[in-house]
């Protein structure tokens, strides 16, 4: 036993991070604040306990304690600053992508997205390598940002949100074992490929949640996250937002602009190439087509080409592979 004096009113507990028995999950349990009756201030005594152990509770933002001196106690953990009320619009269930009826024409031409503030927080899903970004691979369109990780590692929710769609493999396609999360200010985040999912449908999460575990299922050769961001419906580059090596977010407030959701159009790019993206022409290629002959039939350079389509001179062009000509 350790006996220690208390000097202030407040005795605080900080940062008692313990170890979760639920899912087998880290879990940081933010702090806990005694309150001394200041009658005893003087010199008083406290024995400092330790926890030992913590058991769930049908809320699962209600914890129980159990410490080593067989006492117990309650944790309210923090929930999200988001209700029911913030997802009454087009909540679509029956289709993995919502908002269907919406079309990019529609969609105003920059629209200013708060990520994060002060009652709303944060978390990179994933933090690891980029094995595969935003463009046009392999005669389709990939539409999210691939980080590698090992199967069994922890996926967290981007933002506060609620969980719109949760489907296995048999049901999702390609995506394998996806989750959905919609968030208030309209955008929403798709992780896919997962080798479990631990939350449900119509379930609030807060960010950093962890919301499922990664893995490989669908279409998918190795581990990875597939992770997409989309507004109303429409995918852009979802390393605008996140720096994922680095595990940050790039800004508190990302203004997306309308030639975003181009497929050409990817983060790195000046706002005058990522606008340059839409009008792109796009040459696919066939038998006997060099990095050469493309550049003298559209009157450009081998160097152009290869910096529009982020390639080196020396890359052997496959065929029906597009090349941006101009
Ligand atoms: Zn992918």
Redesign the pocket.
């Known amino acids: 036993m350790r006996y220690k004096t208390v000097k202030k009113n407040l005795l605080t507990i900080a940062a008692l991070a313990l170890t979760m028995s639920a899912y087998g999950q880290k879990f940081d349990i933010y702090s806990i604040d005694e309150t001394v009756d200041p009658e005893s201030e003087q010199q008083s005594t406290v024995t400092t306990k330790t926890a030992i152990d913590t058991v769930n509770t049908a809320d699962k933002y209600t914890k129980v304690v159990l410490y080593d001196d067989h006492t117990w106690q309650y944790i309210e953990l923090e929930r999200p600053n988001i209700s029911d009320e913030d997802f009454q619009d087009a909540w679509e269930q029956e289709h993995i992508h919502a908002y269907a009826d919406v079309t990019l024409a529609s969609l105003p031409n920059e629209v200013e997205l708060l990520l994060t503030d002060s009652l709303h927080g944060w978390a990179c899903p994933v933090v690891g390598q980029v094995n595969?970004g935003w463009k046009f691979r392999r005669h389709r369109e990939?539409k999210?940002t691939?980080v590698h990780l090992v199967t069994g590692d922890t996926i967290r929710a981007a933002f506060d949100g609620k969980v719109r769609v949760v489907r296995e493999v048999a049901d999702a396609g390609g995506y394998g074992n996806l989750i959905v999360i919609r968030h208030p200010n309209g955008l929403e985040t798709y992780y896919a490929h997962l080798s479990k999912h631990l939350v449900t449908e119509n379930e609030l999460v807060k960010a950093g949640e962890v919301i499922g575990l990664g893995g490989s299922t669908g279409r998918s050769t190795g581990p990875h996250l597939?992770f997409e961001c989309r507004y109303m419906g429409k995918p852009f580059d979802a390393e605008r937002i996140f720096d994922f090596p680095n595990g940050q977010l790039r800004d508190t407030l990302f203004v997306l602009k309308k030639h975003y959701f181009n497929i050409y159009s990817h983060y790195g790019q000046s706002d005058k190439e990522s606008s340059a993206s839409t009008s792109h022409i796009v040459h696919v290629i066939k038998h006997g087509d060099t990095l050469g002959a493309l550049a003298r039939k559209y009157h450009t350079t081998v160097a152009s080409l290869c910096r529009l389509n982020r390639i080196s001179a020396t890359k052997t062009l496959r065929l029906g592979q597009r090349i941006i000509v101009r």
């Open positions: 595969s990939h999210g691939d597939h």
